[in-house]
């Protein structure tokens, strides 16, 4: 069991995949290697929910088996069908795998299709009879390429055809790939979209509607910070599968160690997402990998708000002295102002927060380890969650959010805060 935050059971863990609630709930696949701390060929591990924060791991649900996905069975998403579960994911094979560690591949050579499997109770995957290839490796090198095209994001369209996005590159050139069906087997390439000013490759597109708006979060590789998530207004026409989209976004978070995030609706109808904290070593378990907590989009004023989901705000209602175990600090800063949290500073200077991580990082001098929002107009109010080894940092109901990976934290908080955990029955 875990609370607020999915971890790695062991070994490591990377995009999460399949989000969904399914039967009353939730199912949290994730990109697994389970025999070390380190990256190698993926499975999906499986965890479920009834609450978003106390879950359980169950066994693998993918490994490779196929020769299109010999070499990792890489991201994807799910949805419901006739009452049964369809997982939509890349499956990999290497041109040459790495002799000194066959778990990778030379170049960054291999080739990359579009699987199907399915479950009639969410829980048990035929990995040996259950598997088929529904869009093959790319061709048209026009239309995408052939290894670095991946992550289909699967939904129900208003005229009751199934739609995957996928993430693709041209020229150098980010893309999305728009496909559709009727029966999620069989599947037609309909458009692609792309823009100018995000990078080379686009990975974990999702695109999602929420309070009336249509909304692209994905992660563009070679943008500004190397490869960052990001969200961005659009607009889509399903008939066409033409999607227009803009050159402003946003960062998914502002911390920059988020990365690859999934959506789905929750059981109230809210559209979460969650994402993968990208940590430089290992937890104290010899595992590495864990998830954000569960965040609820919504857009105002032509602004992407990611807010703490209110079932686990909800939680937090026991005051406390002085922190211990997992905690959230509330604080409204002024400029000038600052609270220190176990060593991880929060501070507002020209009308921007910024976190200072340095004395929380170990000896990664090679990481970024000071980050600022854009400038608040007016206040600056927080919530912090601080779970062992990550910080998220909300501020003003979700306009932005900080968060970070850290280790060593100290049990101490300072300067003008209110300390709330769990209630006694979530600890």
Known sequence: ??????????????????????????????????????????????????????????????????????????????????????????????????????????????????????????????????????????????????????????????????????????????????YRSADLLHWDYVNYAAADGYGWMWECPDYFKVDGRDVLVFSPMGIEYGNQAVCTLVDFDERSCSMRIGGDYQFLDYGLDLYAPQSTIDKSGRRIVVAWLRMPEPMDNNAIGMYSMPRVCEVKNDHIFFRPHPEIRAKFNKRIASPAGIYMVKASLSDGEAINIGGYVVKKENGRVVADRSGVIRNHNELRNSFETPALNGAADIEAYVDGNMIEVFLNGGEYVITNAVYDLSDYVSGNVELYTLSDAEE
Request: proline share 6%.
């Open 1 to 178: 069991m875990q609370t607020i935050h999915l971890k790695a059971p062991k070994g490591w863990i990377n995009d999460p995949n399949g989000f969904i609630y399914y039967n009353g709930e939730y199912h949290l696949f994730y990109q697994h290697f389970p025999y070390a701390p380190r990256w190698g060929r993926m499975h999906w591990g499986h965890a479920v929910s009834s609450d978003l924060m106390n879950w359980k791991h169950l066994d693998v649900a993918l490994f490779p088996t196929k020769t299109d996905d010999c070499d990792g069975c890489f991201s994807g998403s799910a949805i419901e069908k006739d009452g049964e579960l369809h997982l939509l994911y890349t499956g990999v094979r290497y041109d040459a795998p790495d002799p000194e560690n066959t778990n990778c591949c030379l170049n960054d050579k291999f080739t990359a299709a579009q699987l199907h499997i399915s479950s009639k109770d969410g829980f048990s995957f035929d990995n040996f009879g259950g598997k088929a290839t529904v869009i093959p490796p790319i061709s048209d090198p026009d239309i995408g390429d052939r290894n670095h095209t991946r992550d289909p994001k699967v939904w129900r369209g208003g005229d009751g055809n199934y739609y995957l996005v996928v993430g693709s590159t041209v020229n150098k050139a980010g893309r999305l790939l728009f």
